[in-house]
């Protein structure tokens, strides 16, 4: 393969990881916008969506294009097919932290959502999927599996996270009929948040498969 081809491949490269941290900070300020109440972060997460999608667009574009115009194979392929899982898995990683900001937005009496944000756990839930995001990405960049091994075991820590943010909803919401409507955005935040979760997972799955040639399943 060329040095022109690589050297574009690895321009693309840089452009994917800047797309994929774009998305990750869309999340990381919904999630901090949901733990203050703060309706002008939440609005501005909201604002960035459309760059994100034009982003993805141009990327895929590009992707293709490298495809077309060098005929990759081995390694080389493989790279731009965990490139384009970045970029697909990013556009909805930052789709999940627009519909975050939206709760915010959206929530009546928003200036009490943060006390049940907090008891119901979601922070640390949301800390542990951007860990998961940010390892995923740091593997995809430096191409070492190392930051990717345990990435199974957090995926199970987070989806029991889920179900006890569930149970711990249900009981306020029955406790306290007036917490139902901010109690089941906040229970849609937290799918919200296993759902980036699984696509940290399926980078990672990629990740592996780019470095290593072997198809896993992060279950």
């Known amino acids: 393969m060329t040095d022109k081809f690589h050297h574009e491949l690895v321009v693309v490269k840089d452009e994917v990881l800047a797309m994929?941290?774009?998305?990750?900070?869309?999340?990381?300020?919904s999630v901090a916008a949901l733990r203050t109440g703060d309706r002008a972060l939440a609005a501005s997460v909201k604002e960035r969506?459309?760059?994100?999608?034009?982003?993805?667009?141009?990327?895929?574009?590009?992707?293709?294009?490298?495809?077309?115009?060098?005929?990759?194979?081995?390694?080389?392929?493989?790279?731009?097919?965990?490139?384009?899982?970045?970029?697909?898995s990013s556009e909805r990683i930052g789709r999940y932290g627009k519909d975050i900001a939206s709760v915010v937005l959206e929530t009546e009496d928003n200036n009490r959502l943060?006390?049940?944000?907090?008891?119901?756990?979601?922070?640390?839930?949301?800390?542990?999927?951007?860990?998961m995001i940010n390892d995923a990405l740091k593997?995809?960049?430096?191409?070492?599996?190392?930051?990717i091994t345990r990435h199974s075991e957090r995926d199970d820590t987070v989806d029991l996270l889920r179900h006890t943010i569930f149970r711990e909803g249900l009981s306020y919401m029955m406790e306290d009929p007036r917490t139902i409507s901010r109690c089941t955005n906040l229970l849609m935040v937290?799918?919200?948040?296993?759902?980036?979760a699984d696509h940290s997972c399926k980078i990672a799955e990629k990740v592996i498969y780019m470095v290593t040639?072997?198809?896993?399943e992060i279950r």
């Open 49 to 88: 969506k459309s760059a994100l999608t034009g982003r993805n667009d141009t990327l895929e574009e590009e992707l293709y294009h490298l495809i077309a115009l060098y005929h990759p194979v081995a390694r080389d392929m493989r790279m731009i097919a965990c490139s384009l899982k970045v970029i697909g």
């Open 20 to 29: 994929a941290y774009m998305a990750e900070g869309m999340l990381r300020d």
């Open 213 to 216: 040639g072997e198809r896993i």
């Open 139 to 147: 593997a995809y960049d430096g191409e070492d599996i190392a930051y």
């Open 114 to 131: 943060p006390d049940i944000v907090s008891a119901l756990s979601i922070p640390h839930m949301a800390d542990l999927v951007l860990s």
């Open 190 to 196: 937290a799918r919200y948040l296993e759902r980036c």
